[in-house]
């Protein structure tokens, strides 16, 4: 048998299958009372507790990203690999970050559904020991920090130019 070192293969499991079964429940439960409980009436949309929370205005994306990070702390319980992890507190971070601009960060909340991807993600690599990670994991991962940073950058861009414009007015 060929050994890869960029492969992790979980070889031992200290957690029986009843408590690792009952962390996925668990899981999939948190995921559908924060991204998937209610129906809006008269639509096919359903919304949870995220959006929700996240209209309080500066504590409710916070406070909903905390409620999240459960799902990530399950996942680490079931001894997913540290990349889906790290996918999985991206999504968080995503949700959470664009979850503090008024109405449009509720609207990307409701269609992302960051904790029922992380659910999903946790449920995949939970299953049965597999590889530590994915190229699509790694391109989630590098896409996520790439585009953050630009974000960033660009968020500096504006401000210099912002204050460049406000100090011609001044003088």
Do not use: Y
């Not at 997913?80 to 990307?108: C, E, H, Q, W, Y």
Request: charged share 20%.
């Amino acid at each position: 048998m060929r050994s890869d070192p960029d492969v992790e293969i979980l070889t031992e499991d200290p957690m029986d299958h009843e408590s690792r079964e009952a962390l996925r429940r668990a899981s999939d439960f948190l995921a559908k009372v924060l991204d998937t409980a209610l129906p809006i009436p008269g639509t096919r949309i359903r919304i949870g507790l995220d959006p929700i929370i996240g209209l309080l205005p500066g504590v409710g994306d916070a406070l909903a990203s905390f409620v999240g990070s459960a799902i990530v702390v399950m996942a680490s319980q079931l001894q997913v690999p540290k990349i889906v992890m790290a996918r999985m507190s991206l999504n968080i971070l995503l949700n959470g970050v664009l979850g503090t601009i008024p109405v449009a960060g509720d609207v990307f909340s409701i269609w992302f559904r960051s904790n029922a991807r992380n659910a999903e993600l946790l449920r995949r690599h939970s299953a049965s020991p597999r590889r530590a990670s994915t190229v699509s994991d790694w391109m989630f991962v590098a896409g996520i920090i790439l585009g953050t940073l630009a974000i960033l950058l660009g968020a500096i861009v504006a401000i210099l130019w912002l204050t460049a414009r406000l100090w011609d007015l001044v003088q």
